[in-house]
């Protein structure tokens, strides 16, 4: 069965970091893409970062700098390290993986496969 679970979430005051992790179990081809999104409240869903299973990545213009998406495929792990994190970072954060290779990293109806969602809280 094709699941992912993360984890890591917290809470941190503002200039702090923290990193989320996701772990993808089932067949390894929904890693083709993989990125990770965030909502809050009130809000709708938004792509931070995306990785191909090549490498290439994709950000936010609000999180350039700041996060890193990267993968252990041995892990069949997806993690997001966010620095010098910010109130507006706050949300739930989600998982998302596909197979489909020709779609993109950052529109949330791209991607198929979701987490349950962790919350990330950073306080000024």
């Known amino acids: 069965q094709d699941r992912l679970v993360e984890s890591g979430g917290g809470s941190v005051q503002a200039g702090g970091s923290l990193r989320v992790s996701c772990t993808v179990s089932?067949?390894?081809?929904?890693?083709?893409?993989m990125a990770w999104f965030r909502q809050a409240p009130g809000k709708g869903r938004e792509g931070v970062a995306g990785?191909?299973?090549?490498?290439?990545?994709r950000y936010a213009d609000s999180v350039k700098g700041r996060f890193t998406i990267s993968q252990d495929n041995a892990k069949n792990t997806l993690y997001l390290q966010m620095n010098s994190l910010k109130p507006e970072d706050t949300g739930t954060y989600y998982c998302?993986?596909?197979?489909?290779?020709?779609?993109?990293?950052?529109?949330?109806?791209?991607?198929?496969?979701w987490g349950q969602g962790i919350q990330v809280t950073v306080s000024s």
């Open positions: 998302a993986a596909d197979r489909r290779s020709f779609l993109g990293l950052l529109r949330a109806a791209d991607f198929f496969y």
């Open positions: 089932g067949n390894p081809d929904i890693r083709t893409r």
């Open positions: 990785i191909f299973n090549s490498g290439i990545t």
